[in-house]
């Protein structure tokens, strides 16, 4: 077995996956301060002694290192030196460092949207995998124009702002039709499809809108809903999602959300994990059982007893 470099020691590294480069601007900030973690770490080094090498203070290299600052390309650089990393890695990451500093997919949605939905769009755009939660109402990736224009105006949301994130809903909604399009899996609870958001009619085309999406995109789209009838469970009062990445060296992402428009962000495996374990849980109690086509049959099946309840 090799020794480990030493501190500050020349090392060959892996060139950046090409996936890197046509992420969205929130991710290639995100991967770059992982890899910046990594490299310190691979190098020996304590944040305290990274930041006393380049003459830092400490909570500038931990803003870094957490994302609550942006970092230049020559402090990427700067750091990348003292790390002892390979120069062709250090090059690509400087370039890398030059990308996320450009405005992201939404700059100009940015006086309608808070920034932490701004980030959770860009994740949104580059996974490959995603597992959403929504126990109370349809998620915006699922819902029809007239669905949405409906809770906007429940919200009290102004109509300068709705006609914003109408748009935005648009642009989410083309990577239903993508050909690159993630794996996507929607757990609904019965109530986000009982609220008569926007009133019985609105509700009937919502729930069309499901049929058709379960029906025509069953290879990579999956919808299930957790009746009332299956009584509690853990979350219940929290819609939560999960994404991976085309990128394999991001770690998997978890967002919850806080209040309307904010999330909570975590990518700690243990966290992860357990929101995993709760998603599946969740997902087994919703099947039923059932599989293949009669977990189609089982949606629709739900959905027409909801309908009949609720609309008709």
Do not use: C
Request: charged share 30%; glycine share 6%; net charge negative.
């Amino acid at each position: 077995m090799e020794d480990e470099p030493p501190p500050g020691g020349k090392r060959t590294e892996m060139p950046l996956d090409p996936d890197v480069y046509s992420s969205p601007p929130n991710v290639k900030k995100r991967l770059l301060r992982q890899i910046l973690r990594a490299q310190r770490e691979s190098a020996g080094l304590k944040q305290k002694e990274a930041a006393d090498r380049v003459v830092w203070s400490l909570s500038k290299l931990i803003r870094i290192e957490t994302g609550a600052v942006p970092i230049t390309p020559a402090d990427v650089r700067l750091l990348l030196l003292e790390y002892g990393v390979d120069e062709d890695l250090r090059n690509d990451l400087v370039e890398l460092a030059k990308q996320a500093r450009k405005p992201d997919n939404w700059a100009d949605y940015r006086d309608y949207i808070s920034p932490a939905m701004q980030t959770l769009l860009d994740n949104e755009a580059a996974a490959s995998v995603i597992l959403q939660f929504e126990p109370a109402v349809v998620p915006g990736l699922l819902q029809t124009p007239d669905y949405t224009s409906a809770l906007l105006k429940e919200q009290g949301i102004s109509s300068k702002k709705a006609e914003k994130i109408q748009e935005i809903r648009y642009k989410r909604q083309e990577v239903l039709q993508s050909k690159d399009r993630p794996d996507l899996n929607f757990l609904l609870g019965e109530a986000a499809l009982s609220y008569a958001i926007g009133g019985a009619q609105v509700m009937r085309m919502q729930i069309k809108r499901l049929r058709e999406l379960a029906d025509s995109h069953t290879d990579n789209l999956l919808l299930q809903t957790l009746p009332f009838s299956l009584g509690g469970y853990p979350g219940m009062d929290r819609s939560f999602t999960l994404y991976q990445f085309r990128v394999a060296v991001l770690p998997d992402l978890l967002y919850m959300e806080n209040s309307r428009d904010d999330f909570a962000e975590r990518d700690d495996r243990e966290t992860v994990d357990l929101y995993y374990g709760h998603f599946w849980d969740l997902w087994e109690r919703a099947n039923r059982g059932a599989g293949g086509n009669a977990l189609l049959a089982q949606l629709h099946n739900d959905l027409d007893r909801i309908e009949k309840l609720h609309f008709r």
